[in-house]
C-alpha cells in the first residue's frame, strides 16, 4: 500500500468544502448560521491565497486468488 497527500492552496477545492458544510448541518452536527460562516471563510481564504486542504490518497492493489478446478 502506498499513501501520497495531495494538496491544494487555492479556490479549486472550496466546493467540496462547502459540501462538508452542508453535510454537517444536514446532519445537525453545526448550525445553518455556523455553515454559512465556515463557507463564507472558506471561499475568502480561497480567493486571497490563504487556504490549504490536505487530502490523503491511500493506493493498494490485490489480485484474486486462484479458484482450485474440481
Known amino acids: 500500500m502506498e499513501v501520497h497527500a495531495v494538496v491544494f492552496v487555492d479556490e479549486l477545492m472550496v466546493p467540496m ?15 445553518r448560521e455556523q455553515a454559512d460562516s465556515w463557507i463564507a471563510e472558506q471561499t475568502h481564504r480561497g480567493r486571497s491565497d490563504r487556504l490549504m486542504l490536505a487530502m490523503p490518497l491511500f493506493f493498494a492493489a490485490a489480485t484474486k486468488p486462484s479458484v482450485r478446478s474440481r
Do not use: Y
Request: glycine fraction near 14%; charge should be negative; proline fraction near 0%.
Open 17 to 31: 468544502l462547502s459540501g462538508l458544510a452542508e453535510n454537517a448541518c444536514a446532519a445537525g452536527a453545526v448550525t
